[in-house]
């Protein structure tokens, strides 16, 4: 099976065994990603495409270095105001919304993908309340997105690495949830 993993940033990939795949690195935010996964894409044929990251939570039930499985994901900033109100674009052909098949044991979770992190009460808030996610990356629907157009299975798995809230780095843990993250894609890796 030729497997490609994808993570935003080199220091999310401590694994030797990891480092020994195929491996695209493509800078954070989704639009990095979706170029970067893009030219790989067009270039080489890939059976599953395992996409791999940190993530900042927004339940008290997922702590820092829980590893999970995301089977759901959006762009949750796709749509327009209106006044207080927000609403997802619904007039033209776009797809905002990502679901996948399970694929691990691991706890499964709903995810946003967002261009900037969450760290303001009120928006913390307004997006609980309008989406329900339980966690929040900069790359992950791009992944799925692309994935989509050219038609490839693509696994999402992401590791805790703080609770979204007003930013204190000093409530990350940044190590263990990349350690987490290595160690549990090692063993979807090895169950291929």
């Known amino acids: ?4 993993i994808v993570a935003a ?3 999310e990939i401590i694994s030797e065994k990891i480092r020994r795949k195929l491996v695209l690195i493509t800078g954070i935010g989704m639009v990095n990603s979706a170029i970067k996964l893009t030219k790989e894409l067009i270039k080489t044929n890939y059976d599953l495409v395992i996409n791999m990251g940190v993530a900042g939570s927004f339940c008290d039930e997922l702590k820092n270095g829980d590893v999970v499985e995301v089977i759901e994901d959006c762009f949750s900033e796709v749509g327009f105001e209106d006044g207080d109100l927000f609403s997802e674009i619904s007039d033209f052909d776009l797809k905002t919304r990502y679901q996948v098949d399970a694929r691990t044991p691991l706890k499964k979770v709903k995810a946003i993908t967002v261009n900037t992190v969450h760290g303001n009460d009120d928006s913390i808030s307004e997006i609980i309340e309008r989406l329900g996610p339980n966690i ?10 692309v994935c989509e157009e050219f038609n490839i299975s693509c696994v999402q798995i992401r590791s805790v690495s703080n609770k979204v809230e007003k930013r204190d780095k000093s409530n990350w843990d940044l190590d263990l949830a990349i350690q987490n993250l290595n160690v549990e894609v090692e063993k979807i890796i090895s169950n291929l």
């Open 1 to 4: 099976m030729n497997v490609l």
């Open 9 to 11: 940033t080199e220091s």
């Open 136 to 145: 929040e990356s900069m790359e992950g629907a791009s992944v799925f997105k």
